[in-house]
């Protein structure tokens, strides 16, 4: 048994705590079985997913987590939901935007629900989204193209014919500051609309900012007079009225393949949100499509799918939602719960399918999403390594694995391959 012939990175979005002395985090106080199973034969590390200082976001969390160097490959989080949206940009001429349906009030802008009450569907997003692509902005001369994803997430490309376009424009969702490529949430903001900043002084960012604003007006007429949103205030759901815009990127990511930047492929991904999948395109990694199971409980369809990629790929990477959100809500018992559900419904049956010696699991977090702070926090992230080969035992907690922290996510692979003797 020299080492295994498979890798499984699982990544438990937002699991990690921050540590309170005498209290346990979510990750501790979880009943985990097949997490402490795989615990038997292990050993376990901590490390920044980013750097030290940095509480990310799941984008530059992710690519770093794959081994890159964020700062050599980053361009932005709206290229990369326009990827994962299935959607390539004309560079020079066209600028993603990550997108919120949001709730306000369509005469002053005010914002009632940032994200339309978490109410909106897939498939309503998609009508609204569909009656907003292609609107013909600057009397023809630009355009917007416009795609739902998952809920009230959506991607807004905002293009113009002839004319080049700058990605230096700020935000128009309030709760987000532009810090250079990236996006950090601010502790509290006047809750309107705010109209598009260029970020310098060039006329490409100033006429980006000019269709931003129109296609903002626009959006705000034609959503609040949608058939959806009069269905859904007749409901007394809020209205999905408009689309509140950040993280304006135009240039798609130049990643290295996984298998080539790492020596080891071929390489596959089971994710369910955009970026992710945007990133796990632009890593050049086998996409397995599957239903939305952190999220409706459904992760029998995610068992077979990661089966079928073990059967066919050396790496697979593996992201599931849950445990981030009721971080984000301040939800000790919801965080919990979320884990313990990832534990049974889908790591158990996987482990039980899948031959433990040939396959080496490594379990971590994109990032820390303290329920006490509600939202992601600069804190390193557990590592777990589970191999059938390695002495010795660990368990999967933030107390547990902090007797050594590397400094970035981009070296975790690199000490995984060393650990299952792969390099």
């Known amino acids: 048994m020299d080492r295994p012939s498979r890798l499984l990175m699982l990544v438990l979005d937002g699991a990690a705590d921050r540590v309170e002395e005498g209290e346990p985090t979510p990750l501790e106080a979880a009943d985990a079985r097949a ?12 490390a920044y997913p980013v750097g030290p200082g940095v509480a990310p976001e799941s984008d530059e969390a992710v690519i770093s987590l794959l081994g890159y160097r964020v700062e050599e490959v980053y361009t932005g989080r709206g290229p990369l939901e326009a990827l994962g949206a299935g959607l390539e940009l004309r560079e020079g001429y066209e600028v993603a935007f990550r997108a919120n349906f949001a709730t306000v009030d369509e005469e002053s802008l005010r914002i009632i629900d940032r994200r339309a009450g978490r109410s909106l569907t897939s498939d309503e997003a998609a009508r609204l989204a569909e009656a907003l692509d292609g609107l013909e902005l600057d009397g023809g001369r630009a355009y917007a193209r416009v795609r739902a994803t998952v809920g009230h997430r959506a991607v807004v490309i905002i293009g113009s014919r002839s004319s080049r376009l700058s990605d230096r424009v700020d935000n128009t969702d309030p709760a987000y500051a532009r810090r250079g490529l990236h996006s950090v949430a601010v502790p509290s903001y006047e809750p309107r609309v705010r109209p598009c900043r260029p970020l310098d002084d060039s006329e490409e960012a100033r006429y980006t900012c000019r269709l931003v604003d129109e296609f903002t007006r626009r959006s705000v007429e034609i959503l609040s007079a949608h058939p959806v949103n009069l269905e859904r205030e007749r409901r007394g759901l809020p209205k999905a009225n408009i689309l509140l815009l ?29 970026v992710e999948k945007g990133i796990a395109r632009a890593a050049g990694m086998r996409m397995y499509e599957v239903p939305l199971g952190a999220r409706t409980g459904a992760y029998r369809e995610w068992v077979r799918r990661t089966l079928e990629a073990l059967r066919d790929n050396v790496f697979v990477y593996v992201h599931l939602k849950g445990p981030d959100e009721p971080g984000h809500d301040g939800d000790f018992k919801g965080k919990v719960k979320a884990i ?11 482990l039980e399918a899948v031959g433990e010696e040939s396959v080496a699991v490594v379990v971590t977090s994109d990032h820390a999403t303290p329920w006490r702070l509600r939202s992601h926090s600069d804190d390193p992230v557990p590592v777990l390594v589970s191999w059938r080969g390695l002495r010795g035992s660990a368990e999967l907690s933030e107390r547990a694995c902090r007797g050594t922290v590397l400094a970035h996510g981009w070296e975790i692979l690199p000490r995984v391959f060393s650990l299952i003797g792969w390099r």
């Open 35 to 46: 997490l402490r199973s795989l615990g038997e034969h292990a050993t376990c590390f901590s």
């Open 246 to 274: 950040r993280d304006a990127g135009a240039r798609l990511p130049r990643m290295k393949p996984f298998a080539e930047l790492h020596g080891v492929g071929p390489a596959a991904a089971l994710v369910e949100m955009p």
């Open 340 to 350: 313990e559900r990832i534990d049974r419904d889908y790591l158990a049956p996987l």
